[in-house]
């Protein structure tokens, strides 16, 4: 009989607590991304009557889940930087190091590979950093635009604190300009990502879509 050799490892690379936060960000983003294009262009409401309420039924659902992603944008950057594993911060050593973006660089041309000291190579880090920064930036820009709707509660609390800020960007109408715009960096992002997971998985034989699923990444024994 002939020996059998192991061709793929498994690991164990995502806690429940990332994938679960992973799913619920998805959703509201693309809640706030179908909401938002709405709330922006109404075009169910008749300008003949008074009594059609869709616009403040998507403007609820958009708030619901705008609250959902201030949540979700909080617990995962203490997850990050306070997590049990420090998978994603190891990735952090290979954003500062020249060699592993070149290796990054190349194998994207089919020359190599590049083996990670975490689990994320170092232009994904990059922008998934930047989309949580726009994250934070659309919730601030979002709890102003709810303080300036919902004046009690928390919306009063936030009140001079969003006055503040609202004077700083030059206006409530360039704060609600620039949160239209953002969501157009989801919109970008999402597509990249979604065919980045797919062609990663394809190009390394990994199963990095299954892993955020299932928390475990099967690639081949030698490979990365
Ligand atoms: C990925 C996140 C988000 C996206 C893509 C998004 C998208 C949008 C868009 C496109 C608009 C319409 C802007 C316009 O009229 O031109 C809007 C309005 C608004 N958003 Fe967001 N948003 C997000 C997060 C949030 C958050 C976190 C909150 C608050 C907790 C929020 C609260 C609001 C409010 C209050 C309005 C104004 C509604 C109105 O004027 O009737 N948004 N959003």
Not at 42 to 50: D, E, G, K, R, V
Not at 118 to 145: E, K, N, R
Request: hydrophobic share 50%; glycine share 8%.
């Amino acid at each position: 009989m002939s020996q059998q050799q192991t061709l793929y490892v498994r690991e164990h690379i995502f806690s429940g607590a990332i994938r679960v936060f992973h799913w619920l960000r998805a959703l509201s983003i693309v809640v706030l991304v179908i909401t938002g294009a709405y709330i922006c262009w109404p075009f169910l409401t008749m300008p003949q009557s008074s009594d059609v309420l869709v616009q403040g039924w998507i403007r609820m659902v958009h708030l619901i889940f705008g609250f959902i992603l201030v949540s979700v944008t909080v617990v995962r950057a203490y997850l990050y930087f306070f997590g049990k594993s420090d998978i994603e911060r190891r990735s952090f050593r290979d954003v500062i190091s020249a060699k592993a973006w070149w290796a990054q660089l190349k194998s994207y041309v089919w020359i190599g590979r590049h083996p990670h000291a975490g689990v994320y190579g170092p232009l994904q880090f990059v922008s998934y950093l930047g989309i949580t920064l726009a994250a934070a930036f659309m919730c601030v820009t979002g709890l102003v635009l709810y303080a300036n709707v919902y004046h009690e509660g928390l919306g009063g609390l936030l009140w001079q604190p969003a006055t503040w800020l609202t004077v700083q960007m030059g206006g409530l109408a360039v704060v609600r300009l620039w949160h239209h715009y953002v969501t157009w960096a989801f919109v970008i992002f999402l597509l990249i990502h979604i065919y980045m997971a797919v062609w990663m998985g394809i190009r390394f034989k990994h199963n990095s879509v299954d892993a955020i699923v299932s928390g475990y990444d099967y690639h081949p024994k030698n490979g990365h």
